[in-house]
């Protein structure tokens, strides 16, 4: 199973679902963060 954990998830519940043999993407870790906030529109 895949887990998609967004920035409101603290980094420490990713460790138990790797250690299980599930995938685990961090957004903070796989999204460029200058990136995202250039791309936001305020208007």
Do not use: C, T, W
């Not at 998609?4 to 603290?10: A, K, N, Q, R, T």
């Not at 999204?31 to 791309?39: D, K, M, Q, T, Y």
Request: negative net charge.
């Amino acid at each position: 199973m895949k887990f998609l954990l967004d920035h409101g998830v603290p980094g420490d519940l990713s460790y138990l679902p790797s250690q299980l043999g599930h995938a685990v993407a961090v957004l903070r870790d796989v999204l460029p963060e200058a990136g995202i906030r250039n791309n936001i529109n305020f208007s």
